[in-house]
């Protein structure tokens, strides 16, 4: 599960030690495991969701973009208001311990008032899964995947399939037995060689 509020429902706090306020209402076994900064688009439901249908429709045409889930949405968006809402769209990544995963737009996840119990990320029940990192990505990056057993694989992210929240992904990383993802990292393009990505340590995260 996932939630997305804005920064502005978090109140500031006279200091460190404060209890602080709860974001997302956790089922019992339940941990947080990620926490990213997505650029906020003022945008209705309606014409959000009518975004999403073009945009997946074109994805769709060019074998962009992976199972939808059969959703649809409202009426088209006149090109320009669809060419300005592209412009501004951000993906997010989602990966697995059983080395699935998929990228998903941003405009996918609304946002709601902080402490409630959020909506589906990426659906784990069927492989009896579950998620070890989610973080926004650029289409020039890489990402890097550990597992525990000390196997390691560097793939584009543009070679991950754009699904929606509601879908399984696709296998990113063909684990061996009982080995599982433990670590993702992003590797972002710096316009270089691969030798010179930087490997940023605020996009990597270990699961407990």
Known sequence: MCIRFSVSDVRLFSGRTSTGVRGIRLDQDD??????????????????????????A???????????????????????????????EQFVLAATAKGFGKRTSAYDYRTTKRGGKGIVNIDTDKRDDSVVATFPVEPN??????????????????????ASRRTQGVNLFDVEGDAEVVS???????????????????DSAVST
């Open 31 to 56: 941990d947080v495991i990620w926490m990213s900064m997505l650029g906020h688009v003022e945008i209705e439901t309606e014409t959000r969701d009518s975004y999403l249908r073009q945009a997946n």
């Open 58 to 88: 074109l994805r769709r045409a060019e074998g962009e973009v992976d199972d939808l889930n059969g959703e649809s949405y409202g009426p088209s968006l006149p090109l320009e208001q669809f060419d300005a809402l592209a412009a501004r």
């Open 141 to 162: 990056d890489q990402i890097m995947l550990v597992t525990d057993g000390g196997q390691v694989i560097r793939c584009p992210v543009d070679d991950v399939r754009i």
């Open 184 to 202: 993702v990292a992003r590797l972002r393009d710096v316009g270089g060689d691969d030798d010179e990505d930087e490997l940023e340590n605020q």
